[in-house]
Each structure stands twice: as structure tokens, then as C-alpha cells.
């Protein structure tokens, strides 16, 4: 989705907003009029991610913009600046999406109908693509969007993951406890090793706390431990260095592959910006594949309950050590 938004949103100028429905809003400080005001009339400077977090910094406008002017219309001198009125400045807050778990963000043309269970309507003027519409959809409501505050990284490094603004180091405050995520440039796999290695818990629900490694859910879990050969319930602190990194390798591996091929779309709410499927489905070795053979030696996948959820892992390959 972020790499899909990216070059359409870069530079673009919100010129109205819609709210449909301000439960989509919840987490936004202010009433549905200040998410509006707080919106028209700025610019997105780009698409950063960190884990399944995505924000659109806004640009600040430039003084001249903000200020009455008071020059003598008499006074000789320059003309008035004609680039674009957003400061240069480092942006002090970001419009913040978090998809939940049936979210969507679908770019339209202008005139096109809005999506079934559109929530939010936001019209952009983009200087390459001219006009656009984002919608935002969610079905079960589990999604958001909010305009929040940037704070500086805890480490000074770039906030997350995306083009140029992910080079400042700001993020919102609302994603500032979540940790970095394996392809982000920035991760540290030294300090990730360290956490492993200082907890008592199963692997898998270490991949699962975002607050220790961020991106990784129910499906890539299973992939990545299937790539390992390491079983899920294996507890963190038994881990030799080497199948640590062995782990964090295949988790770079199939996150960079499910990018590659948009995702896992088990159904029409998993799509990208342009309503397609990803294809990633196709590609699983393990989640999902119970009573299959094991791609691997041959053995049957096994389901198992964890985590009011499934793990799927194949006993002969992922043993329990």
C-alpha cells in the first residue's frame, strides 16, 4: 500500500475531505471538523511505513502563507516566491492510517463513485498525476485515520521505512512504541539478537510482540519459522546465534517476497491502492497448508491452536529441541 500511495500522494495538495463515518476517526484528537480544517489546503511530502503503520507527513505552510501580508503595495523588490507553499522545514505532524483488520486505502479517479463502505473521502491535487481521490474503506470499523504529532526517533535514525521524508527522524507519537521493522535500513539486528536471547517466552510470540520486532504477523510468523526449521514454541533463550540469525534472515526473505508479490490476499479486502490481489498465497509453505504435504520432505503440515489463532508447521522439520 505505501509503495503504491507514494508516488501519487508525494507533493499532492488536499483540496476537500469527506467524513462518512467518524468512528473511522476515533483515534484523532478532535472532532471530525478538526480532522477537516487540520487537512485542506496542505501537502503530503511522502509515504513512510513502520510495521503496519503508515503516515503522510504534512509539509508546513510557509510563513507568507500563514501571515496577513502587510507590505506597502508601493515597495519595490522581488516578486512573491512562486514555488510551492510548504516550508522545507522538517514536518511537525503526519496524517496516520492503521488499516485494522479490513482496511483499505484505494486510489480513484475524480467522478469515479465512491467504494462500498468508503469511510473517508479525501480529494487531492497531485503535480503529476493531477486530480485524485483517496478513499479510505474499512468494513468492520478496526481501522483509523488520525492527524498526530511528530516526535523525534528514540534513536535519531530515520523514522521508518519509505522515500525521502523517512529520512528525518520524526514519527507519530501514536507509532513511537512501535519497534522498527526488519526491512526498515535503520533495525538493529545486534539489539534484536540481545532481546531474544534475554527473554523467556516462545519464539513465536516473540515475532508477534511488536514491540520487539514490528511487520511480522500470524502468517509471515509461520513462513519464516518454517524457513528456519525452528519450531514455534521454541523458547527464545535457546537459540544459538546462529539460528538467530538464520531466523531474522528468513523473515527479511519472506516479508521481501510477499512485498514483491502484493501481499497475501486470501479475499477482496486484502488489495493494494488499485483494488488488485496480491499473490503471495501461492507462495506459502506452511500457513495454511494443513494435511498438505511439507514442501520441504514431504511429511504432513499440522495446525495447531495458539494464541486464539493457528500455528502451521511441519513436526518433522520444525521439531521442538
Known amino acids: ?16 475531505v469527506t467524513v462518512f463515518d467518524e468512528r473511522s476517526l476515533r483515534r484523532h484528537p478532535g472532532p471530525s471538523e478538526d480532522f477537516v480544517d487540520r487537512l485542506v489546503g496542505r501537502t503530503f511530502t511522502s509515504a513512510v511505513r513502520r510495521g503496519k503503520f503508515l503516515w503522510l507527513p504534512l509539509a508546513l505552510p510557509k510563513t507568507q502563507d500563514i501571515l496577513p501580508n502587510r507590505l506597502d503595495s ?18 511537525a ?12 486505502v484505494l486510489l ?20 503529476a498525476h493531477g486530480p485524485l481521490v483517496l478513499n479510505f474503506v474499512d ?5 483509523s485515520m488520525a492527524i498526530d504529532e511528530l516526535v523525534p526517533t528514540a534513536d535519531g535514525r530515520p523514522a521508518g521505512y519509505g522515500g525521502a521524508q523517512a529520512a528525518v527522524a520524526f514519527l507519530p507519537r501514536s507509532v513511537s512504541h512501535i519497534a522498527r521493522d526488519p526491512l526498515d535500513p535503520a533495525f538493529d539486528d545486534r539489539r ?18 511488536q514491540g520487539l520486532i514490528s511487520g511480522v504477523g500470524n502468517i509471515y510468523a509461520d513462513e519464516s519459522l518454517w524457513g528456519a526449521r525452528i519450531h ?7 537459540l544459538s546465534s546462529a539460528k538467530a540469525k538464520l531466523l531474522l534472515a528468513e523473515v527479511r ?64 522439520c520444525q521439531r521442538l529441541r
Open 253 to 316: 526473505a519472506v516479508l521481501a517476497k510477499a512485498l514483491a508479490e502484493g501481499g497475501t490476499s486470501f479475499d477482496a479486502q486484502y488489495v493494494n491502492v488499485n483494488g488488485a490481489s496480491g499473490y503471495f498465497s501461492h507462495s506459502l509453505n506452511a500457513y495454511g497448508q494443513q494435511g498438505k504435504p511439507c514442501p520441504r520432505c514431504g511429511r504432513p503440515v499440522v495446525r495447531e491452536q495458539f494464541m486464539n489463532r493457528g500455528s502451521h508447521f511441519c513436526p518433522h
Open 232 to 238: 514455534y514454541g521454541q523458547p527464545t533463550n535457546t
Open 192 to 209: 534484536f539478537f540481545a532481546a531474544l536471547a534475554g527473554r523467556k517466552t516462545s519464539i513465536k510470540r516473540a515475532l508477534l510482540d
Open 108 to 127: 480513484r479517479a475524480p467522478g469515479a463513485p465512491d467504494d462500498a463502505l468508503t469511510r473517508v473521502r479525501i480529494d487531492l491535487v497531485s503535480p
Open 74 to 91: 508601493s515597495r519595490s523588490g522581488p516578486e512573491p516566491d512562486a514555488s510551492p507553499a510548504f516550508s522545507a522545514a522538517p514536518p
Open 1 to 16: 500500500m505505501r509503495a503504491g500511495l507514494e508516488p501519487a500522494v508525494t507533493g499532492a495538495t488536499v483540496s476537500s
Open 93 to 104: 505532524e503526519a496524517l496516520v492510517v492503521h488499516l485494522g483488520m479490513s482496511g483499505q
Open 139 to 143: 468494513q468492520r470499523i478496526f481501522g
